[in-house]
């Protein structure tokens, strides 16, 4: 069974920095695109970011160089550093595995981060 | 702010067909493929439709995806309760270079 557990929300004032991991269970971690899509609270789905099998990575244009994606494979797991947080990126981010055209197959349950002083 | 856009909601009474649309654009839709997910509030969102109308295995017959120019539709027939939620559809966009997901659509039962 694919379980894919996100961590590493929380509180954090404007300015602030976090770094949001998920363990990854139940498939070939190395074998996968992994994204993060995040969804604000009363709001829509938004995609934020993915990493490649080969670690290419792709941001939405507002976190270009405020997010980093990164993985780890040895240990199964897909890491966001976000920095210069705004009250605007205040949601709950998810952690997903992707197919091989990107479709988002399966999905974690989330964490949430909070942007407030 | 989404590129993609979709009716704000839609409804029916169990049994019926419901169709949700999706608009976008040459960069969007009209040359990638478009993906449907449904969201339960609390729950983790769900793949429904894939590579315009592929489904997962596990997802019923009953939800179909199609598209058509730069436009697409999910249609759910045989409309059931646990069918209300919201819908999103996605696409990636060659101009922007980001993955959309469009404005998400609530589906209710009457």
């Known amino acids: 069974e694919v379980q894919l557990v996100e961590s590493g929300g929380g509180l954090v004032q404007p300015g602030g920095s976090l770094r949001l991991s998920c363990a990854a269970s139940g498939f070939t971690f190395s074998n996968s695109d992994m994204h993060w899509v995040r969804q604000a609270t009363g709001k829509g789905l938004e995609w934020v970011s993915a990493i490649g099998t080969a670690g290419d990575t792709y941001y939405l244009g507002s976190g270009k160089g405020r997010f980093t994606i990164s993985r780890e494979n040895a240990k199964n797991s897909l890491f966001l550093q976000m920095n210069s947080l705004r009250a605007d990126d205040t949601a709950v981010y998810y952690c997903?595995?992707?197919?091989?055209?990107?479709?988002?197959?399966?999905w974690g349950q989330g964490t949430l981060v909070t942007v407030s002083s | 702010q989404s590129v993609l856009t979709q009716p704000p909601s839609a409804s029916g009474t169990p049994g019926q067909r419901v169709t949700i649309s999706c608009s976008g654009s040459?960069?969007?839709?009209?040359?990638?493929?478009v993906y449907w997910y449904q969201h339960l509030p609390g729950t983790a969102p769900k793949l429904l439709i894939y590579?315009?109308?592929q489904r997962p295995s596990g997802v019923p017959g009953r939800f179909s995806g199609s598209k058509s120019g730069t436009s697409a539709s999910l249609a759910i027939s045989g409309l059931r309760s646990e069918d209300e939620a919201d819908y999103y559809c996605?696409?990636?966009?060659?101009?922007?270079?980001?993955?959309?997901f469009g404005t998400g659509t609530k589906v209710t039962v009457l």
């Open positions: 040459n960069s969007n839709i009209g040359s990638n493929y």
């Open positions: 996605a696409a990636w966009d060659d101009s922007l270079s980001d993955y959309f």
């Open positions: 997903v595995r992707a197919g091989g055209s990107w479709e988002l197959q399966e």
């Open positions: 590579r315009n109308n």
